[in-house]
């Protein structure tokens, strides 16, 4: 993927879906609230992204140090210094990381090839969301179906199974659970593959468009690529998903059974409406309302897990990224990938709020 | 409506099954996975100095002089006609180059041209990032010129005893003019990246896999077996393991821990190879700083480390115990801290600190220093040991962990620490390359010399500091064999003496592959894919069985 | 068995000026739609804004009950907030006791705000549970009063829970809410208004909430504390048959505006706004021989956004004429102290 | 006066299980609603009157259970019908209107959505568009213009949206309305103009209403009969002009000398002694004895039954018991 569309995708596509919204919900105040909300995005950005800058400045640890190990002469030091622009005031290499930001150009990795971030980035970050989209997809459905179920059936055997489930699921290390399930689906019934994106020898024949495989793999028509692309995603998929799905599942089933308690509810019962339709079609739509919120604040715990289930499934996507260059102290990497994490947080954030206010017609910006 | 939905559901649960189905069509490309933890750093030949980094560079080019496969003392001519022709003063090496060695995409190699790329070194190598300039070239070669089409001569500063098994090394093999131009480093070309050599890289994403074609040119002795070799990347050694296994990957090179190892020993279908590693750990001891600048703490340090402990409990094996910086193997190896020590020996260290006035009441405080997230879980633990071991003496340890930048920062900067751990691997397999690093100008922190201006060796600091570094630096131009070998010998009993580091293990690597992948019988050490102690992976003597 | 009745109080004649408690002169309180500083930006200066109250005079005597009544949305409960200076009004002047408490400093009012109270609409859920009887009543004590000693401020709890019926004060001073009785509970958030002393309480819907059987004895212990602590009590309702037994006084409010202020038994027997009509006729009586007939006015309560021009009423008002779109009627005696805002009052 | 009633509510007791035990929320009621009166269940809160209100649609939900008695309605016990068949008979043959009509619409859901919804429930074989056509033409007899059916429950007034709430009571032309306090939140003018349309849909449509209200008002305003609950037994039900013009049960008494009437100048409010008790641990006997100015001694332990006064006028308290005593059930 070109860095070029990778800023499209990760900036542009949200814009066109919320300009899209506003399209069709067209009220000035609405236009007026996607304005402010992006004003204040901008300068919270901005402000962590420098928080970070200084943090990772006041850490200990250098990046060149970290690099040259033990051999490291104090000359190839202060040559490296220089070649990375650390040898600068703390306050020109700020003015640097600032222009850096503003031309979403992010300047170049310290470690490693000292490649432009911008490249590194629109590497990592498809493989990524190739990664959470899907686990968010499964992580939602087992939870707003279990949560509903467990609701609807409350104190019967299968509300006490799911809320056992979401307290075991939630508390479940994750690097455990993945390797489980490599054991069990790769090592034991050598059903699906545990490592990596896609069968190397079938990636020599796919070209990389938009870097998510799936997508490729659709563009080019290449089909053993998509099934092979499908396979390899399954069990970090379940990984990520089933782990985020406890806290899916305790939220639906708390704000459904609120829900239920409703006047509505049992007006809807009084009207002889069908007991599924009043609780999937009335309480969950309501509960939903306030679940919504609630997974914009999972975005957070997601890129974590995220991060885990990239190591355990040698998944190159940014969560691993973002570990490796945290520990190699690569201040340029860690700077970017965190304002783009916070960029990202934001857009989501605002996504959700639009989500809101589609789900519930009360809400009028 | 809600039946719609079904039948969608279904159709399309089946056609992610049917997909998910497809097997890998391999084709008839015979293709070999290898899979390992390591990352690229740098594809410039001029810059990179990383183990995994040079593989690749070997892999992709030859050198003058090549390691025969299999083997860790045996140069061979590569692209060189014949070994090469030295001065009487030791100071002019002349090569003459193989006619019609070609790059990947068809470019011959003249010497002006391959003269050109090597002074890249010297010109531009100390500024590139890795810099494996300023250690391998920039103290030994003056020049390097072509005389002529096919004559490379190199002029050095100093005669160098093992200037051909540098030769050998990465930085000194011929880089591609079209990707690696002159003026700057280049530390990923983008593919294709052609090379002299038996391969090229045809496909590379980071972090994710690089892709090896044979290279339709070569026409050397290493010729390619298979049609593809796929490096993959991982990030967790646990998750390599699973990997070849699973048979995703066909062979799992470095690094797998130690337990994974042990593991992997009894899977069926696989095979471990156990290399006799060059790789090894060593404790710094700073002798300017209180209590190590007393060299009876030094000694009675050293008296109390037992190697098998640690070899046995922590690595399970897959180690062996250290009594020479030099490790066996290499030119006049000793077990010189076997030999004056005989460790764990507790009744010898306490009669050293006894010595200094430290008995039983009156303890010898030190404070012991390692990096947790550098060296492996493993470390850890056998510092642990380190620490039991010197407290069954009359020693009291303080166990400190610092992150690497500022650890190996303060350590080798001889500025804070007391001792600590420290790992070596050679850029070239020779006992220089085992010991002057530790004791020339500063020693990396051990400053038994000290940095002194205009002096390439440093100020000793005593008497029998100036006595080892005038034997190194003898032995570093000396080019009789059994000369060098005594001056070796006499030079690792000094150190031992001193006790300038504490050698402690030498790790085996280990190669883990599926049994239907096969090194050459032809060359030596096939049952590790033909890799010995220096490391040298030869892709091109892999064989795959269906 | 007791039966105790108590008289309703009829309305005291005129007072002098210097009588007057509580005074509001023109008072506006509009709530903006739109907050926070980039909105505002954005729009450009002119919000929309809810009209709560707008525009509104009336005066509160010393010691009476003055009723503020009207349908939700009216502004009734927003005018009770602007004489506590909960809210701080858009325009206009507020007096408490001749002060203009608009312009008075943090500190001041403060101090001031020891001598008024509020009661709220659910007085029940307005005690903490984990909070005993003493320390939630001694709370506001030691917030206003703090210059007396521990021990006074005890003594201040201990007298205050006579007053409300609760005998003997020490031993309710250390139970907590869930140990006595609803009705118990319904003096004690009395008493916690009442225990710094306050001239003016504001009591808005303070029987909302209640069941009918407990509604009269509240009523009364309320206008027993008004005798007994001299008290001048702001009554906000919508019960307009409930005001009748306690107000001296009632307004009557209808988007924002005053339609008609005046004693209570002028205002309810000879009511001259077309609205207040429709109020008292519309409040089900509980007699079935006594069956409303009178039909109700058209239309619901507009937006408290877009009012209507001229009077707010005239789109549902039986009586309108074509003026009444264009002008604003003024409030106007019609007798001694009745005063009315409507432009056809005698044709009522 | 129809022989035969349109619900016959027998020997009715609803439980609900508590921490504290087993609270009886209504005790052993039993009552006939006539075909096309409007009866109205008067009492305070807490004395049992919602919950009888959703346990005649078996609407209760856990920890709440009926414990016993008939539901015969329409020559049907409904008790005894499956769930699914219950399900048919709410919301097609007995509709019911809540308090609070802002929280009793789905806030989500569009007016013209509840509707066609209630509508599909019953009869699936209605399509969209004919569900439409009917909510359209209901809604315009309520008042409600066919143009405000696309809105949501927000979007309305609370009167409006006690309009809609009819309407999908009668969307399927429901014998029975309960309405539970249908008016509480309402303003006076919206709530008198909700009191006239409940009359003309009686008038209109034959309907039978059941008003469950605790304002006295109300039922006198448009009440035919009245029902009275205290502490969760029924304790006097008779015609409306009766019951107001002369009160039998004592509480009957007090509640209406309580209730401020602004037709009636000087007078003054009666105050009841006490507070309602507590229906985990109720007074043995009477319910209403402790608080009663005419408490005898029988009535300390035994619970007097529901008797005719006088025609058609029941109480249930000792003072006109012909046969003192002996009919009493001990309980406490």
């Known amino acids: 993927m070109t860095p070029i569309s990778f800023i499209l995708l990760i900036i542009g596509i949200p814009l066109a879906l919320m300009l899209l919204y506003v399209f069709i919900r067209g009220s000035m105040g609405l236009r007026k609230y996607i304005l402010t909300r992006i004003g204040l995005t901008l300068p919270m950005v901005f402000i962590l992204a420098s928080l970070v800058f200084f943090i990772m400045r006041v850490l200990p640890g250098d990046p060149v140090r970290s690099a040259l190990g033990p051999r490291g002469t104090a000359e190839q030091a202060e040559h490296m210094r220089q070649a990375l622009g650390l040898d600068k005031p703390l306050i020109v290499q700020y003015g640097i990381f600032l222009k850096d930001i503003i031309t979403l150009n992010f300047g170049n990795s310290m470690v490693g090839g000292h490649r432009p971030i911008i490249d590194e980035m629109s590497e990592r970050f498809p493989a990524t969301l190739e990664l959470i989209v899907p686990a968010s997809i499964l992580a939602l459905a087992i939870g707003i179906i279990g949560g509903a179920l467990a609701a609807s059936r409350r104190k019967a055997a299968a509300d006490y199974f799911l809320r056992v489930y979401s307290v075991v699921i939630y508390s479940l290390p994750i690097f455990w659970f993945g390797l489980m399930l490599q054991l069990l689906f790769g090592i034991q019934l050598k059903l699906l593959p545990v490592a990596g994106r896609i069968d190397p020898i079938i990636r020599t024949t796919l070209e990389p468009v938009t870097n998510m495989y799936l997508i490729d793999s659709l563009i080019s028509g290449n089909w053993p690529a998509l099934g092979s692309a499908v396979s390899h995603l399954i069990l970090p998929t379940i990984t990520l998903g089933l782990v985020l799905s406890g806290v899916f599942v305790r939220m639906t089933r708390i704000n459904v059974i609120e829900t239920l308690q409703a006047d509505y509810i049992a007006a809807a019962r009084a009207r002889g409406i069908r007991e599924k339709v009043v609780v999937y079609g009335h309480a969950l739509k309501n509960a939903m309302i306030p679940v919504i919120t609630l997974i914009g604040l999972q975005v957070a715990i997601l890129l974590a897990g995220a991060v885990l289930t990239e190591t355990i499934f040698n998944w190159p996507g940014m969560g691993g990224y973002l570990v490796q260059r945290i520990s190699a102290r690569d201040y340029t990497a860690v700077q970017s990938v965190i304002a783009m994490f916070a960029l990202l947080v934001a857009l989501i954030s605002l996504t959700v709020d639009l989500i809101y206010s589609l789900l519930d017609p009360r809400v009028r910006y | ?485 005594e001056l070796y010998q006499q030079a690792q009993e000094i150190y031992a003496d001193l006790v300038v580091t504490v050698p402690i293990i030498i790790l085996g690597e280990h190669i883990t592959y599926r049994s239907n992948i096969h090194g050459s019988d032809a060359y030596g050490a096939a049952e590790t894919l033909n890799i010995a102690t220096n490391l040298e992976f030869n892709y091109s003597t892999l064989t795959k069985t269906p | 068995m007791a039966e105790k009745f108590f008289q309703a109080a009829s309305a005291k004649p005129a007072e002098a000026a210097s009588d007057v408690l509580v005074r509001l002169d023109n008072v506006r309180k509009h709530f903006p739609l739109q907050s926070g500083f980039i909105a505002s930006l954005l729009s450009g200066g002119h919000t929309p804004a809810v009209k709560a109250v707008d525009g509104i005079s009336f005066v509160i005597k010393k010691g009476e009950v003055f009723g503020l009544a009207g349908e939700s949305g009216s502004g009734k409960s927003t005018v009770g907030r602007l004489v506590l200076r909960l809210y701080e009004p858009t325009s206009g002047k507020i007096f408490f006791d001749g002060i203009d408490i608009c312009k008075l400093p943090e500190e001041q009012m403060r101090r001031l705000r020891a001598r008024m109270q509020l009661v709220f609409q659910d007085p029940l859920a307005s005690l903490n549970p984990r909070m005993t009887i003493g320390q939630a009543i001694q709370h506001p004590v030691s917030i206003h009063l703090s210059h007396l000693s521990q021990e006074e401020q005890r003594e201040k709890v201990l007298h205050i829970l006579e007053a409300v019926g609760m005998i003997p004060p020490e031993s309710y001073f250390e139970l907590f809410p869930h140990q006595i009785s609803g009705g118990q509970r319904q003096r004690v958030v009395l008493a916690r208004a009442l225990v710094t002393g306050p001239e003016l309480v504001v009591a808005d819907e303070p029987i909302a909430m209640a069941d009918v059987s407990v509604r009269a004895l509240l009523l009364d212990l309320m206008m027993q504390l008004k005798e007994k602590l001299d008290l001048t009590y702001l009554f906000i309702t919508h019960d307009l048959a409930t005001a009748k037994y306690v107000c001296d006084r009632i307004a009557i409010m209808y988007l924002g505006k005053m339609c008609e202020i005046g004693p209570l038994n002028e205002v309810y027997q000879h009511s001259a706004h077309p609205y207040t009509r429709a109020l008292l006729e519309a409040v089900p009586v509980p007699d079935p021989r006594r069956r409303r007939t009178e039909p109700m006015p058209a239309g619901e309560i507009p937006s408290a956004i877009n009012p209507p021009p001229g009077c707010r009423f005239h789109p549902r008002c039986p009586l309108a004429q074509a003026n009444c779109a264009v002008d604003e009627p003024p409030l106007r005696e019609i007798r001694p102290g009745h005063f009315v805002a409507c432009h056809y009052a005698e044709k009522v | 006066m129809p022989a035969e009633p349109l619900f016959s509510i027998r020997n009715l007791t609803v439980e609900y299980a508590t921490r504290a035990g087993a609270v009886k929320a209504a005790e052993d009621v039993s009552f006939d609603i006539r075909r096309e009166e409007i009866l109205g269940l008067v009492g305070e809160s807490g004395c049992g009157k919602s919950t009888l209100g959703k346990a005649l649609m078996r609407l209760h939900r856990t920890p709440a259970r009926i414990t016993g008695g008939e539901l015969l309605f329409d020559g049907r016990d409904l008790m005894k019908l499956t769930e699914d068949e219950m399900r048919a008979v709410r919301g097609a043959e007995i509709g019911m209107v809540f308090q609070d009509p802002m929280t009793s619409l789905n806030p989500v859901q569009r007016i013209i959505e509840h509707l066609t919804e209630t509508v599909r429930a019953h009869e699936p074989r209605t399509t969209d568009q004919e569900a439409r056509e009917r909510a359209a033409v209901l809604a315009e007899k309520l008042g409600i213009r066919s143009e405000r059916l696309k809105e949501y429950p927000h979007q309305m007034s609370g009167g409006m949206r006690q309009r809609v709430m009819i309407s999908l009571a009668l969307a399927l032309r429901a014998k029975l309305v309960i309405a539970d306090e249908p008016t509480t939140s309402l303003d006076v003018i919206v709530e008198a103009k909700f009191l006239d349309l409940l009359r003309e849909l009686r008038r209109e449509f034959g309907l039978t209403i059941l008003l469950i209200t605790h304002n006295i008002g109300v039922v006198a305003e448009i009440a035919d009969r009245v029902a009275v609950m205290y502490a969760a037994r029924l304790v006097e039900i008779g015609d409306v002009q009766d019951i107001f013009a002369s009160p039998k049960h004592p509480y009957t008494q007090g509640l209406l000398r309580s209730v401020p009437n602004i037709q009636l100048d000087g007078e003054s409010l009666y105050k009841m002694e006490g507070m309602p008790p507590n229906l985990l641990h109720p007074p043995r006997g009477c319910r209403f004895h402790p608080r009663c100015p005419f408490a005898m001694e029988i009535c300390r332990d035994y619970s007097p039954e529901l008797q005719a006064v006088d025609g058609d006028h029941f109480t249930a308290c000792w003072l006109y018991h012909k046969t003192t005593g002996k009919e009493g059930a001990k309980n406490g």
């Open chain 2, 1 to 485: 409506m809600k039946k719609k939905l079904q039948i969608m559901l279904a159709v399309l649960m089946v056609a992610v099954l049917a997909l998910s189905a497809c097997q890998p069509k391999s084709g008839e490309k015979v293709t070999i996975i290898i899979g390992v933890t390591d990352q690229i750093a740098s594809l410039d030949p001029a810059d990179a100095y990383a183990t995994h980094d040079w593989e690749l560079i070997k892999n992709i080019g030859e050198g003058l002089l090549v390691w025969k496969p299999g083997s860790s003392d045996e140069l061979v001519p590569g692209i060189a006609q014949d070994m090469p022709e030295i001065s009487e003063d030791g100071l002019t090496y002349t090569l003459k180059l193989k006619p019609g060695i070609k790059f990947g995409d068809g470019l011959e190699l003249t010497a002006p041209m391959y003269a050109q790329q090597l002074n890249r070194l010297l010109t531009i190598g100390p500024s590139c990032p890795n810099d494996v300039a300023d250690t391998l070239a920039i103290p030994y070669v003056e020049s390097i010129t072509a005389p002529d089409d096919e004559t490379l001569v190199f002029q050095l500063k100093v005669p160098v005893a093992y200037f051909p098994q540098i030769l050998a090394d990465a930085p000194y093999l011929p880089s591609h003019p079209d990707k690696f131009p002159l003026t700057e480093c280049v530390l990923f070309p983008e593919a294709p990246i052609y090379g002299v050599g038996p391969w090229f890289i045809s496909q590379y994403t980071q972090n994710e896999q690089l892709v090896l074609e044979p290279n339709p040119y070569y026409e050397g002795e290493r010729t390619p077996q298979v049609d593809q070799i796929i490096i993959r990347y991982f990030t967790d050694p646990q998750t390599l393991a699973l990997a070849v296994q699973n048979g995703e990957i066909d062979i799992a090179w470095r690094f797998l821990d130690p337990e994974l190892i042990d593991q992997l020993r009894g899977v069926a279908d696989l095979t471990v190879g156990d290399i006799p590693g060059g790789a090894i750990r060593y404790l710094i001891l700073n002798h300017t700083m209180a209590p190590m600048d007393d060299p009876n703490v030094a000694k009675a340090f050293a008296a109390t480390i037992d190697r098998d402990a640690i070899v046995d409990t922590v690595y399970k094996g897959a180690a062996t115990p250290l009594f020479s910086m030099d490790p066996p193997g290499f030119l006049g190896a000793t077990d010189a801290f076997d030999t004056m020590y005989q460790s764990p020996n507790i009744t010898l260290a306490n009669e050293f600190l006894a010595a200094s006035g430290y008995d039983e009441n009156n303890k010898c405080a030190i404070e012991l220093w390692y990096p947790p997230d550098h060296y492996g879980a493993a470390t850890a633990a056998w510092m642990e040991l380190i620490k039991q071991q010197l407290e069954a003496a009359n020693f009291t340890v303080d166990l400190k962990a610092q992150e690497w930048s500022t650890y190996v920062t303060a350590l080798t900067g001889g500025e804070s620490y007391q001792a600590g751990v420290l790992g070596w691997f050679y850029d070239y397999p020779d006992p220089s390359n085992y010991l002057d690093p530790f004791v020339y100008n500063g020693g990396m922190g051990t400053n038994v010399t000290l940095a002194a201006e205009g002096s390439d060796y440093g100020e000793a600091i005593n008497e029998k500091a100036q006595q080892l570094v005038d034997l190194l630096a003898q032995a570093d131009v000396e080019t009789d064999i059994a000369a060098r070998t």
